[in-house]
């Protein structure tokens, strides 16, 4: 098949250079936002009387007959093509005769590439958000039940201070928030129009790319454009925005995974979102959950390959630039992916109580709570720690909890000890006395799922 830009070749291509050129297999789903710019491209050609109404017309039937055969199954993205772009404009030409030679009319692909790419991302990042807002849905709602699920909140791994599921949930509820506002600020940075920008120095035919820019959704076109057919910062930062989401998904599958072992038990995956052993008849293993731990290093990949791919590049346009789009689709793929499982997963799962509470109370949890007593009492706070240290120490070594103790053996580490102290310790007290803005008592928590639940409904709306 004779290239589009063949006339200033004596040979033909090697194949080998032609499998090693093609785009074609991967940027092939990128042909309704080809076709979507194109369609606004001959629509502003026809509008500045570059082309005639009747070409435009012919293009404008031509491309919507083609998105619908590819949209039907009926046509196939053959062989030998170089890219999208060409597969698109040669079956065109194909079909409309030479009218269909005057699309490319006053532009390169170069920025038609660019335009592709950024109405992909501006769409994948609306699906993308709508994603993490269903899952932000879930954990409201699980949190919205589970306000006096105590359970212990840890440091280093280790048994710290009492929480509630809730507490916890909502601080994944709000990395996420993050995610999505990261995310909506890619849009709106990368939301200019680089159709225009020609090759790299725009065009000599009167075209109009506040037009273009308009008809195609975006607030305004690029401003230089070097900078338009070049830049390709969005890419960096959608994938750099989505490993930080993963980031928090792996760091949510690695509690999960703890937590449904037997050495924690506070939660039990559904029998639908586990897998067994080939070997272990006993097994319930939380494969979802460690396969978005390990995916999350695949995203951690293409955000690499974006950056390396980019940073020695001069302007304008390189082929190098190619490899921004496997790497982009793949990050965009992995998150879909990992979103559309870990929904169902935590929807569906069981919470323990009974051993969360366990853990609450064998785990020396409300020792800051007794010291913050003895403080209240009138003892230095450093005093009241070094008090508590001890009576921890006694209680470690005889194997009871700091509620166990009987009122004279509380009396012997200090005599401000009184009745009062075993209600200080109740695990309810201990998370309800912490209201102050951001903490886990019933009333502050309750703030904060409906601060995320208005944010959801905002989102929404």
């Known amino acids: ?99 269909g030679k005057r699309l490319h009319t006053g532009r390169s692909r170069n920025d038609q590439v660019a335009l592709d ?15 993490i807002l269903d899952f932000m849905k879930s954990l409201t709602a699980m949190a919205r ?55 790299l120095a725009t065009t000599t035919y009167p075209i109009d790319r506040n037009y273009t820019s308009d008809l195609l959704g975006f607030t305004q076109p690029v401003d230089n454009s070097l900078d338009g057919v070049s830049d390709r910062d969005y890419c960096i930062e959608l994938c750099s925005d989505l490993s930080i989401l993963m980031m928090h998904l792996s760091r949510f599958s690695e509690e999960i995974i703890a937590w449904c072992s037997l050495e924690f038990h506070y939660i039990e995956l559904d029998d639908a979102f586990s897998t067994g052993s080939s070997i272990m008849p006993q097994k319930k293993n939380p494969d979802i959950c460690e396969l978005i731990r390990g995916k999350t290093g695949r995203v ?8 390396t791919m980019l940073k020695g590049l001069p302007l304008a346009y390189n082929k190098d630039m190619q490899e921004d789009k496997e790497a982009v689709f793949d990050a965009i793929d992995t998150v879909k992916q990992c979103l559309v499982v870990v929904k169902p997963m935590f929807d569906t799962m069981t919470i323990l109580k009974e051993n969360c509470e ?20 009138g003892l230095p706070f450093r ?23 009987s009122l004279e053996q509380f009396k012997e580490f200090n005599e401000a000890f009184d009745k009062d102290v075993y209600q200080a310790l109740d695990l309810k007290t201990c998370v309800e006395m912490r209201k102050v803005l951001g903490g886990p008592s019933q009333n502050e928590v309750v703030r904060q799922i409906q601060m995320i639940e208005r944010f959801i409904n905002e989102r929404c709306s």
Request: proline content about 2%.
């Open 300 to 307: 951690y990949g293409s955000l690499m390959t974006s950056l």
């Open 145 to 199: 039940v589970n306000l006096e699920t105590y359970i212990p909140g840890y440091t280093h791994l280790q048994r710290a201070q009492p929480i509630t599921i809730a507490h916890w949930m909502m601080a994944y509820a709000n990395m996420l928030k993050r995610d999505i506002r990261r995310l909506q600020n890619t849009y709106d940075l990368m939301n200019e129009c680089p159709l225009g920008c020609g090759a």
């Open 1 to 99: 098949m004779a290239k589009m830009w063949a006339g200033r070749f004596a040979k033909e291509t090697d194949s080998k250079v032609d499998d090693f050129n093609t785009s074609l297999p991967f940027d092939c789903r990128l042909y309704e936002e080809d076709i979507q710019g194109s369609l606004a491209h001959v629509a502003m050609l026809e509008k500045q009387g570059i082309v005639t109404t009747k070409d435009a017309q012919d293009i404008q039937e031509g491309l919507k007959s083609i998105l619908k055969d590819i949209n039907e199954g009926k046509l196939p993205f053959g062989q030998g093509f170089e890219d999208i772009h060409m597969f698109v404009e040669e079956t065109l030409t194909n079909r409309i005769g030479d009218a």
């Open 117 to 131: 790419m950024r109405l992909y991302v501006k769409k994948e990042i609306k699906e993308i958000q709508a994603l």
């Open 358 to 377: 366990y853990a609450c109370l064998h785990g020396y949890i409300n020792a800051t709570d007794c010291a913050d007593y003895l403080t209240r009492k």
């Open 383 to 405: 005093d009241a720690y070094h008090v508590v240290g001890s009576l921890v120490g006694y209680c470690n070594k005889n194997h009871m909890a700091l509620n166990e103790l």
